[in-house]
C-alpha cells in the first residue's frame, strides 16, 4: 500500500502516506499511524524507498519518500504476486458445488 | 539478497544511532503537527485537536522501541553495551582484573607457543599450493619404517607407477662450497640435489626466471643450472633480478643461474632452508659417498621421494601399486633389495614417523594445557565470588525484570573481555616465548647449513589462541555466570549478603579446589619427571674425553678434490700435526660423536651368526677413522687391537666393532678375529681386530652397535680434525693454519673451536633449553595454584564468618572452629592430592614409553609439593578464621 501510494503520489511524507491510505481505504483501515514509520524504516533499508528531508505544507522540515527503480520492480512484482493470490481465491468463492461433480 | 542488504544497513546505523534517534523524533513532531493542523481545521481546539493527533498517532514509546530494533541490530547492540559495562566494572577492580589477565595470559602464552612447537613439527601443510596431495615414498626395512631410495629405484617408480602427478627426488640438503667469482675462497652454503620435475610438480613457479627442465636432469654431469633459495637470492646477490644468466661457482664448477624461488617457497624441510637447488644429474659434483656410484648402485640410497596423488587416486590404491613394485624390486635386484618394502605417507605420517621430536611438543603441550587450566579455575574461582558479592546487584535487576538469559550474557560477556584481554596479552607472552627460542637457535643447530626453528606466530597459531580465548571465557564464566542468576530474590534482597549455603553450591567451590590441587600435582610431576629426565642424560658419562680438544673440519670436495688428491692430503695433514709441537695426538674421523650430522650405516652379515630367514642382512652405525682416533678421544680398546699404519687399502680389510656390538653377535665367543661381510653373505670379509668401549655416539641414546673403519680402507671425503693438546686447544688454532696453508691455501678449515664447546652448545645446553621450559611451566602451574588455592579457601572461609560467630555465641571453642574449617580445607586438598597423584602416574607411563625411561616415581618432587600444598591450605584456612574467631560474637553476627 505504502509502495502504491508513492507510486500514484510520487514523493510524500510520512503524514500524507498515512492520510493517503486512510482515506483510499474509507477510513476502514485504521491503525495507529505511528506503526508506519517501522514499516518505512523497513522498505528503506532494502532499498525500495529512498527518503530526503524537504518543507511540508505548513513549512516545516519533513522527510520525504519516494519511490526507488527497486521499489517499482517490487511494486510490479507483488502487484502480480497479489492479482494472482486474489484471482485464486476469488474461483474458489465463485466455485458453486455443482461445478465439481 | 534482500536480508544481506538489510543487514549491512542496520550495521551502518550502528555506527550512527544519535543522529538517527534525532530523525525519527523529528518526523514524528512533523507528522503530530500535520494532523494537529488538519483537526484544527477541522474545527477541534487547539488542545484537543492535539490530542486527537496523538491517539491517532497511537503509542509513541511503543513504536519508538519497534523502530529501533528493526533499526539497528539490537544483538550488537546489547553486547557493545555489556562490553562497556564490564570494563567498566572492571575498572573498579584494576587489582583483581590485572591478576586474572595476566593469570589468563600466562596459560594462553604458553599453550599457543608450545601449540607453535607442535604445528611446526607435525601440521603446517607444505608450502606449496594443494599441499594435500603431496604425499612421501619411502623404503622400508626391519630396521627403518623411513629408508630413502637409490637413483635407479626413483627412475623406476617415476616410470612405472600410474597413480600421481608427478614423482619428485631429492637429496639431503649438504654443505656446497659457494663463491660468486672464481678465485675468492669458497663459503659454505645449504645446497639441495632435486629432480628436473621437482618446482612443477610441486606447482612452485619460481618469482624470477624458470625452474630446471626435465631434460637438464638427464645427462650427468651435462647441465649445471642452479635455482636459488629465496634468501639467499636476496642476502648475497641484494635482490638483484640481473642475476639470471650469471654464473656462479658451486664446488669449483661454474653454474648458471636460470632461477629464484619465491619467497612463499623456502623449501620442503622442517628446520632446513636451502640456500640453492640443483639437479640430481649434476650429482657428480655434489655426492659424498666415494664408495658407490650414485646413478648406478641400487642401494646407494640418497633420495627422499615426493609424489603428487592424482585426483581421484586414493592413498589405498598408491600404497598396493608401490607395494607391488617393491616386490618387483626384491625379485629382480635380490642383492640390493632382498627383504625391503615400501610404504606411502601422508604428510602428517611422513613427519611423524620420520623424525620424533614431536612428542617433545605435544607433552609440552600437555603441561601448558595444564597451566591453562590451572589458571582457567583460578579465574573461575574469583569470578564466582565477585559475582556473589555482586549478589544484590543482580537480584535487583531480576527483580526489575531482567531476563536470566540477559544477565547471563552479561556476565559471560564480562568473561568474555577477561579471557580477549588475557588472550592478547598471552599473544604478547606467546611472541616472548618463541623469539627466546629463536634466540637459542645458533645453540641448537651448530653447523653453518642455513637451520632455523620453524616456530612462529603465524596465522594458524594466533587462530588457536583466539579459540583457547574463547574457551577459557566459556570454561571461567559459564559457572559462575550460572550460579550467580540462580538467585532467591526474596533473600537476596533482603540482606546483602546472602548465604544460602545449598549443597550443590558449596560442592561447586570445592570441586574447583580439588581441580586446582590436583592439576598443580599433576604439572609438578611432570616438570619435574622431565627436567630430570633431561638432566640425568646431561649427567650420564658419555664415554670419551671432551677436553684438551681442538676440532676442524675439511671438505676437499669444495676445491674439487679427487678421490686420491683427498686421501693424499689427509695423510699428510695427519703426518704434519703429529710433527707439529704441542700437538699430543690427532685423529681424523668422519663424524664427532655427539655431532650434528648423523652416521653413516653399514650392512652387513656376520660370520658364524645364524641370520633370521626373512633378512639378508643387519645395519650398525659406522664411522671412518685414522689410526690416532682412540687415543686421541681417550676411549679404551678392550681386546685386539687399535688401527695401524700398515692398515692400508692394500692390506686385507680389518674393522673394530664396540663392545655392544661384540657382545650381540658373538655373546659366547671373542669377537676379534672374527669376520663380518660387507652387505651380504657372499659379500667382502672384513676381519675384527679389535673391541673398543661402547661410548655414546648419536646422542644421550642407550648403547648401540657400532663398527669403525679404516680410513685408508674406507676413504670419505670430509673429515674432522681432532687434536690433543697439553694446554689450551685454542693455541693448535694458528700451527694448524699453517699446515693447511702449507698444504693447499684455498682449503677452508670449517668449524675450527675446542670440541668441549662444541659439546657444551650441543649436548648440553640444547637438554638446558627444554628444563628451563618445562621448569617454568612447572612452577608458573604452581604458582598460580598456590594463589588460586589460598584466594579460594580463604573466601570460602570468611564466606563462614558469621556462621563463625554463632557458633562461637553457642559456646564453641575456638579450637574447635579451626579444626573444623582446616580440617575441610585438608579434605579438599587430600582429594586433590589423590587424583593428581594419580593423573601424575599416568602421565609419566605416558612419558615413559615416548620420550624417555625417567625411571620412575619421583618421591623428592612429591616431598616438596604436596607439603607445600597443605601448608598453602591451611594457611589460607587459618587466617581468616583467626580473624573471624577474634571479632566478638555480636559483631560477627551483625558482619555486613
Redesign the interface.
Known amino acids: 500500500m505504502v509502495l502504491k501510494t508513492l507510486d500514484v503520489l510520487g514523493s510524500l511524507?510520512?503524514?500524507g502516506i498515512?492520510?493517503r491510505i486512510e482515506q483510499i481505504s474509507g477510513d476502514l483501515l485504521?491503525?495507529?499511524?505511528?506503526?508506519l514509520?517501522?514499516v518505512l524504516?523497513?522498505l528503506?533499508?532494502?532499498?525500495a524507498i529512498a527518503s530526503d528531508w524537504g518543507a511540508?505544507?505548513?513549512n516545516?522540515?519533513?522527510?520525504f519518500y519516494r519511490l526507488t527503480k527497486e521499489g517499482r520492480k517490487l511494486l510490479q512484482a507483488e502487484t502480480q504476486d497479489w492479482q494472482q493470490t486474489a484471482a485464486i481465491i476469488g474461483r474458489f468463492f465463485e466455485v458453486k458445488a455443482e461445478d465439481l461433480s | 539478497m534482500k536480508s544481506l542488504r538489510r543487514f549491512f544497513a542496520r550495521l551502518a546505523n550502528l555506527a550512527t544511532r544519535r543522529a538517527q534517534d534525532d530523525r525519527l523524533r523529528e518526523e514524528i513532531e512533523g507528522h503530530i503537527a500535520l494532523q494537529t493542523a488538519e483537526n484544527l481545521r477541522a474545527g477541534l481546539s487547539p488542545v484537543e485537536a492535539r490530542r486527537q493527533a496523538m491517539l491517532k498517532f497511537g503509542g509513541v514509546e511503543a513504536m519508538k522501541q519497534d523502530y529501533r530494533a528493526k533499526r539497528g541490530l539490537p544483538f550488537v547492540e546489547n553486547f557493545v553495551q555489556d562490553v562497556r559495562f564490564a570494563l567498566r566494572s572492571l575498572r573498579r577492580t584494576p587489582g583483581l582484573t590485572a591478576f586474572v589477565v595476566i593469570t589468563l595470559a600466562l596459560g594462553i602464552g604458553m599453550t599457543s607457543a608450545t601449540f607453535s612447537m607442535v604445528d611446526a613439527l607435525i601440521f603446517r601443510p607444505y608450502p606449496v599450493p594443494h599441499p594435500s596431495g603431496v604425499v612421501t615414498l619411502v623404503s622400508t626395512t626391519h630396521d627403518s619404517p623411513f629408508d630413502d631410495f637409490s637413483y635407479r629405484e626413483y627412475l623406476d617408480i617415476r616410470d612405472k607407477t600410474k597413480s600421481y602427478d608427478g614423482v619428485i627426488a631429492n637429496a639431503d640438503m649438504e654443505a656446497v662450497g659457494f663463491s660468486a667469482e672464481p678465485g675468492t675462497t669458497p663459503r659454505i652454503k645449504g645446497g639441495m640435489m632435486v629432480s628436473g620435475n621437482y618446482f612443477h610438480a610441486l606447482g612452485v613457479e619460481p618469482r624470477l626466471g624458470r625452474g630446471f627442465r626435465e631434460d637438464e636432469d638427464q645427462v650427468p654431469g651435462r647441465n649445471p643450472v642452479v635455482v636459488l633459495g629465496p634468501d639467499f637470492w636476496r642476502h648475497e646477490f641484494a635482490s638483484d633480478p640481473s642475476v639470471l644468466g650469471k654464473t656462479i661457482l658451486l664446488n669449483g664448477t661454474k653454474f648458471t643461474v636460470i632461477g629464484v624461488a619465491p619467497d612463499t617457497f623456502p623449501g620442503m624441510l622442517t628446520f632446513g632452508y636451502p640456500d640453492l637447488y640443483v639437479p640430481l644429474a649434476m650429482a657428480p659434483v655434489f655426492t659424498t659417498n666415494l664408495q658407490k656410484n650414485f646413478f648406478e648402485d641400487r642401494d646407494d640410497r640418497e633420495l627422499s621421494v615426493k609424489a603428487r596423488l592424482k585426483p581421484g587416486t586414493t592413498l589405498e590404491q598408491a600404497r598396493n601399486e608401490l607395494a607391488v613394485l617393491a616386490k618387483n624390486f626384491e625379485r629382480e635386484y635380490p642383492n640390493s633389495n632382498r627383504s625391503r618394502g615400501a610404504a606411502v605417507y601422508t604428510q602428517f605420517q611422513a613427519r611423524t614417523i620420520e623424525d620424533q621430536n614431536w612428542k617433545f611438543g605435544v607433552v609440552f603441550v600437555i603441561l601448558a594445557l595444564a597451566v591453562l587450566l590451572v589458571a582457567c579455575t583460578n579465574v573461575a574461582g574469583l569470578l564466582l565470588s565477585r559475582a556473589r558479592a555482586r549478589a544484590r546487584e543482580i537480584a535487583v535487576r531480576l527483580a526489575l525484570g531482567a531476563g536470566r538469559f540477559r544477565l547471563i550474557r552479561l556476565l559471560l560477556t564480562e568473561s568474555i573481555v577477561l579471557a580477549t584481554l588475557g588472550g592478547l596479552a598471552g599473544i604478547a607472552i606467546g611472541y616472548g616465548v618463541v623469539e627466546w627460542f629463536h634466540s637459542k637457535q645458533s645453540i641448537v643447530f651448530a653447523t653453518e647449513l642455513p637451520m632455523a626453528i620453524p616456530f612462529h606466530m603465524d596465522k594458524r597459531v594466533l587462530l588457536a589462541c583466539l579459540a583457547l580465548s574463547a574457551l577459557s571465557a566459556l570454561l571461567c564464566g559459564l559457572a559462575p555466570a550460572l550460579q550467580s542468576t540462580r538467585v532467591d530474590l526474596v533473600n537476596a534482597l533482603k540482606s546483602a549478603d546472602v548465604e544460602v549455603p545449598g549443597r550443590k553450591r558449596l560442592w561447586g567451590r570445592n570441586m574447583l579446589v580439588v581441580a586446582q590441587v590436583s592439576m598443580s600435582l599433576m604439572l609438578l610431576t611432570a616438570s619435574f619427571l622431565m627436567a630430570r629426565g633431561f638432566q640425568r642424560a646431561l649427567m650420564e658419562d658419555t664415554g670419551f674425553t671432551k677436553d684438551h680438544l681442538l676440532m676442524t673440519r675439511f671438505d676437499p670436495r669444495l676445491i674439487q678434490y679427487n678421490a686420491a688428491q683427498t686421501q693424499q692430503f689427509y695423510k699428510l695433514l695427519a703426518e704434519r700435526m703429529r710433527e707439529t709441537p704441542g700437538v699430543q695426538s690427532e685423529a681424523l674421523t668422519q663424524n664427532i660423536p655427539l655431532g650434528v650430522d648423523d652416521f653413516d650405516g653399514v650392512a652387513f652379515v656376520p660370520d658364524g651368526f645364524q641370520m633370521p630367514p626373512d633378512r639378508a642382512n643387519f645395519n650398525s652405525a659406522m664411522d671412518t677413522i685414522d689410526e690416532g682416533y682412540f687415543e686421541t678421544m681417550g676411549i679404551p680398546i678392550l681386546r685386539g687391537r687399535a688401527f695401524l699404519a700398515s692398515d692400508t687399502a692394500d692390506a686385507p680389510r680389518v674393522a673394530i666393532v664396540n663392545e655392544h656390538f661384540a657382545k650381540h653377535y658373538w655373546p659366547a665367543g671373542d669377537a676379534v678375529g672374527k669376520h663380518i661381510r660387507l652387505d651380504r653373505s657372499a659379500g667382502t670379509p672384513v676381519e675384527i681386530v679389535g673391541v673398543a668401549q661402547t661410548i655414546k655416539y648419536q646422542n644421550m641414546e642407550s648403547p648401540m652397535d657400532f663398527v669403525y673403519m679404516p680410513m685408508a680402507q674406507h676413504p670419505v671425503a670430509r673429515m674432522v680434525l681432532m687434536l690433543r693438546s697439553g694446554g689450551d686447544p685454542l693455541q693448535l688454532v694458528q700451527p694448524v693454519k699453517d699446515v693447511v696453508r702449507s698444504l693447499d691455501p684455498n682449503l677452508p678449515m670449517l668449524q675450527t673451536r675446542p670440541y668441549q664447546d662444541f659439546y657444551l652448545n650441543q649436548a648440553v645446553r640444547g637438554p638446558r633449553i627444554a628444563i628451563d621450559l618445562v621448569g617454568s611451566m612447572g612452577l608458573v602451574g604452581l604458582l598460580l595454584a598456590v594463589a588460586g588455592l589460598y584466594g579460594l579457601v580463604a573466601y570460602n572461609v570468611s564466606r563462614r564468618t558469621r556462621e563463625i560467630g554463632i557458633r562461637i555465641a553457642l559456646g564453641a571453642a575456638s579450637s574447635d572452629v579451626l579444626r573444623l574449617v582446616i580440617g575441610k580445607g585438608l579434605v579438599l586438598v587430600g582429594f586433590g592430592t589423590v587424583i593428581g597423584l594419580a593423573m601424575g602416574f599416568a602421565l609419566e607411563q605416558l612419558m615413559n614409553s615416548m620420550l624417555f625411561d625417567s625411571g620412575g616415581v619421583d618421591i623428592l618432587a612429591y616431598i616438596v609439593v604436596v607439603p607445600t600444598l597443605l601448608v598453602v591450605t591451611m594457611l589460607a584456612a587459618y587466617v581468616p578464621a583467626r580473624r573471624a574467631l577474634r571479632i566478638a560474637p555480636t559483631q560477627a553476627l551483625r558482619y555486613e
Open positions: 511524507h510520512g503524514y498515512a492520510r485504521a491503525v495507529n499511524q505511528g506503526t514509520y517501522p524504516l523497513k528503506e533499508q532494502e532499498g511540508s505544507e505548513n516545516r522540515r519533513a522527510r
